[in-house]
T-cell receptor, first 110, second 114 residues
Framework: GQQVMQIPQYQHVQEGEDFTTYCNSS?????IQWYKQRPGGHPVFLIQ?????EVKKQKRLTFQFGEAKKNSSLHITATQTTDVGTYFC??????????FGTGTRLLVSP | DSGVTQTPKHLITATGQRVTLRCSPR?????VYWYQQSLDQGLQFLIH???????AKGNILERFSAQQFPDLHSELNLSSLELGDSALYFC?????????????FGDGTRLSIL
């Protein structure tokens, strides 16, 4: 079946360092969504990308959708302790199923 | 607060038993999705209902079933429970049935099988 892998699985950074997580799908996606799950919390929607090559920014977060619509990335500039959590990408296939990536757990030390 | 309500928050039961998890979507949302999250695992899509009808099925076991009622709340029934069914079960809702809708998650039901 379709798989959506994320790398790295885990990253520990010092506050102020940058962070990037990459999302790769085995199949072409109609669109991709990103979610953040704080420890002990539920996933919270961050953003959706639809167009090939699309780039969107939210303050210190930059999201990109690949040209082939099979990969995506999330880059956080100058991390803060509030960025701690697990970041999931989620892609829609043509069968109306949202497939979540394996997630990247981010730990930020002050 | 996402507006999605899940009950109960915690459930402890034994192998072989049957439980029902309940979800009330955000006001106005017609779609309900169910996900399973095992310890340190990602989110596994189980099933999607839109306005009372099943829209898509994921990796849902035959021992599991779900439905969405006319008032749009949904229930996930898990039967013949096994130790491996211990997990956090999330419900999410969205306004439409299409793929371009953000999903809003509830706080989840933590199921522990002893």
């Amino acid at each position: 079946g379709q798989q959506v892998m994320q790398i790295p699985q885990y990253q520990h950074v010092q506050e102020g360092e940058d962070f990037t997580t990459y999302c790769n799908s085995s199949t072409t996606l109609s669109n991709i969504q990103w979610y953040k799950q704080r420890p002990g919390g539920h996933p919270v929607f961050l953003i959706q990308l639809v167009k090939s090559g699309e780039v969107k920014k939210q303050k210190r977060l930059t999201f990109q959708f690949g040209e082939a619509k099979k990969n995506s990335s999330l880059h956080i500039t100058a991390t803060q302790t509030t960025d701690v959590g697990t970041y999931f990408c989620a892609g829609f296939t043509g069968f109306q199923k949202l497939v979540f990536g394996t997630g990247t757990r981010l730990l930020v030390s002050p | 607060d996402s507006g999605v309500t899940q009950t109960p928050k915690h459930l402890i039961t034994a192998t072989g038993q049957r439980v029902t998890l309940r979800c009330s979507p955000r006001s106005g949302d017609l779609s309900v999705y169910w996900y399973q999250q095992s310890l340190d695992q990602g989110l596994q899509f189980l099933i999607h209902y839109y306005n009372g009808e099943e829209r898509a099925k994921g990796n849902i076991l035959e021992r599991f079933s779900a439905q969405q009622f006319p008032d749009l709340h949904s229930e996930l029934n898990l039967s013949s429970l096994e130790l491996g069914d211990s997990a956090l079960y999330f419900c999410a809702s969205s306004s439409g049935g299409g793929s371009n809708q953000p999903q809003h998650f509830g706080d989840g039901t933590r199921l522990s099988i002893l």
